[in-house]
């Protein structure tokens, strides 16, 4: 992205925990490593988008929401990876946009526009058990 696109803004921004949920998309983009509050990232640009992958964690993803918004100025970011399904039947591969991601540990949900059913997040990889109880305690589609 060059310092006229910066200026004005990203069109989109992206952020993955793991690059290999998005790195076959990120072919042929230029990589900038740049820092923000006090950590480095790598950032993947290319034509008015920029792409980062956050690590695991909400304080990993929220560092890396925080960085390219206060770098890029993107009209939209996405949040975007693997997760568990919980709703039984629901192919690999599905793309899940949820109207509500729900957090387990705390309860807090945050409401997304145009998404459908939920997103339920927890801090540890679900078993199968765990996840029967997830989606019977929250009806979400799906696990992060």
């Given at each position: 992205?060059?310092?006229?696109?910066?200026?004005?803004?990203?069109?989109?921004?992206?952020?993955?925990?793991?690059?290999?949920?998005?790195?076959?998309?990120?072919?042929?983009?230029?990589?900038?490593?740049?820092?923000?509050?006090?950590?480095?990232?790598?950032f993947?640009e290319?034509?008015?988008?920029?792409?980062?992958?956050a690590?695991?964690?909400a304080?990993?993803?929220?560092?890396?929401?925080?960085?390219?918004?206060?770098?890029?100025?993107?009209?939209r970011?996405?949040?975007?990876?693997?997760?568990?399904?919980?709703?039984?039947?629901?192919?690999?591969?599905?793309?899940?946009?949820?109207?509500?991601?729900?957090?387990?540990?705390?309860?807090?949900?945050?409401?997304?526009?145009?998404?459908?059913?939920a997103?339920?997040?927890?801090?540890?990889?679900?078993?199968?058990?765990?996840?029967?109880?997830?989606?019977?305690?929250?009806?979400?589609?799906?696990?992060?």
């Amino acid at each position: 992205m060059d310092a006229a696109q910066e200026a004005s803004g990203a069109s989109l921004a992206v952020v993955a925990a793991l690059h290999r949920e998005i790195g076959p998309w990120l072919k042929n983009w230029t990589v900038a490593d740049r820092e923000h509050g006090g950590r480095r990232f790598r950032f993947f640009e290319n034509s008015g988008r920029v792409a980062v992958c956050a690590g695991i964690g909400a304080s990993a993803a929220r560092q890396a929401t925080e960085a390219v918004i206060a770098l890029y100025h993107p009209r939209r970011v996405l949040s975007v990876g693997f997760a568990g399904a919980l709703q039984h039947g629901l192919p690999v591969g599905t793309i899940v946009v949820p109207a509500r991601v729900i957090d387990a540990q705390d309860g807090s949900r945050t409401e997304v526009a145009g998404g459908n059913g939920a997103l339920v997040t927890v801090a540890n990889v679900a078993s199968p058990e765990q996840k029967a109880r997830l989606y019977a305690a929250y009806g979400a589609q799906a696990v992060d």
